[in-house]
């Protein structure tokens, strides 16, 4: 089912299950990997944090693919020591990163233990030379937000933004982040979002209702995929 709000084109992709889900999205990146690789020697993929992708990336770690070919990039992190659990990079590399031949160079997690101010002038320098990602994955939080683009606060949409912007007043610990502007996000090729979970009911549904939650403001030009479980529809 396809929903268009603020400009924001959303295809809808319903799964009974949790297990289902993850299958699918597996499915989905692996294709889009093969894509990207063929066309253009490279796949260049932006992780999210969250226990759904965690899933998904342990289900990847068997997946035939030329993981010397991947490129990883990060939607967002939390402003922690480097090694702390709770960060997303950290999560990453125990759950895929760790476990695969992907060149440790190709890998680019933000360094959001110098400071969010810091390391998201350092990111939008590690991202400036790539125009388009291939594929980004993002999460929906239970108040809307996505990445660290939180209620309330400018995701900035304008073609100016930053690539990456300090957030110092988080409504979840801990205040200070980095995340992917709006716009800098939107810039990739494919765009999908994983949705599990009870919790994530009023977030759906003021999505589909057209509310301005961070999660719409995420307008890339072919569209967004919503991978979703069906009870939440």
């Not at 035939?64 to 967002?76: I, K, P, R």
């Not at 990163?97 to 060149?103: E, K, M, N, S």
């Not at 190709?106 to 939008?124: D, F, K, L, T, V």
Request: proline fraction near 6%; hydrophobic fraction near 45%.
């Amino acid at each position: 089912m396809d929903l268009l709000n603020h400009g924001q084109a959303c295809r809808w992709h319903a799964y009974r299950t949790a297990s289902g889900l993850e299958q699918a999205a597996v499915q989905a990146i692996l294709q889009a990997a093969s894509q990207a690789i063929s066309q253009r020697a490279a796949f260049h993929i932006v992780l999210a944090g969250g226990t759904t992708p965690r899933r998904i990336y342990e289900l990847l770690r068997e997946a035939d693919t030329d993981w010397a070919a991947w490129h990883v990039y990060f939607g967002d992190e939390r402003c922690l020591p480097q090694e702390h659990a709770e960060r997303n990079s950290r999560m990453a590399a125990h759950a895929l990163l760790d476990q695969v031949a992907i060149p440790e160079n190709q890998i680019h997690p933000i360094p959001a233990e110098q400071g969010a101010a810091i390391a998201a002038s350092s990111y939008a320098q590690t991202l400036a030379d790539i125009s388009l990602f291939d594929l980004v994955l993002l999460g929906l939080g239970e108040d809307g937000h996505t990445a660290s683009l939180f209620p309330g606060h400018d995701p900035d949409m304008t073609p100016a933004a930053p690539a990456a912007i300090a957030v110092l007043n988080a409504p979840k610990p801990p205040p200070q982040r980095v995340s992917l502007s709006a716009h800098r996000l939107s810039a990739t090729r494919q765009l999908m979002f994983l949705v599990t979970g009870a919790a994530k009911q009023q977030a759906v549904n003021d999505w589909r209702n057209g509310l301005n939650i961070p999660a719409a403001a995420i307008t890339p030009a072919a569209g967004v995929d919503v991978y979703v479980e069906a009870g939440l529809l």
